[in-house]
């Protein structure tokens, strides 16, 4: 059986693709990104049908989220755009999907064979 598609959303990204204050909390900003990703994993995105694998790369201030079912965390040690490119190079061999509007971010995947999306994919 094939794995079910694995979609990587570039948290500090997607948080920052709308300005509603959070930079004030960029743990919680983080936490509502993470739920409202849920539905996806069983229902699917626009063009990607589901079940999904959705993983979450979180940095900085946004360390310490937890996963939650559906939706699998991954705090970056370091620079998430890089953890991002090492779990797109770690599955080869599946459908790879990142959000992300960051351009050398999706520069970087794309040559791994990676499809990219923008953060309004995942946004409300």
Do not use: C, F, K
């Not at 983080?30 to 959705?54: F, H, K, S, T």
């Not at 999907?97 to 990676?114: F, I, K, M, N, Y």
Request: hydrophobic share 45%.
């Amino acid at each position: 059986m094939d794995a079910a598609p694995l979609v990587i959303v570039d948290a500090a990204n997607v948080v920052g693709s709308v300005p509603d204050g959070w930079w004030r909390d960029r743990r919680g900003a983080a936490e509502r990104v993470r739920d409202q990703l849920v539905p996806y994993a069983d229902e699917g995105l626009p063009g990607l049908a589901g079940p999904l694998e959705l993983v979450l790369v979180v940095e900085g201030g946004a360390r310490g989220v937890t996963s939650v079912p559906g939706v699998r965390v991954v705090a970056a040690p370091g620079s998430g755009d890089d953890r991002i490119v090492e779990l797109v190079a770690e599955h080869p061999d599946r459908a790879r999907l990142v959000v992300t509007a960051d351009r050398e971010l999706r520069r970087r995947v794309t040559e791994l064979g990676a499809e990219v999306t923008g953060p309004r994919t995942v946004r409300p």
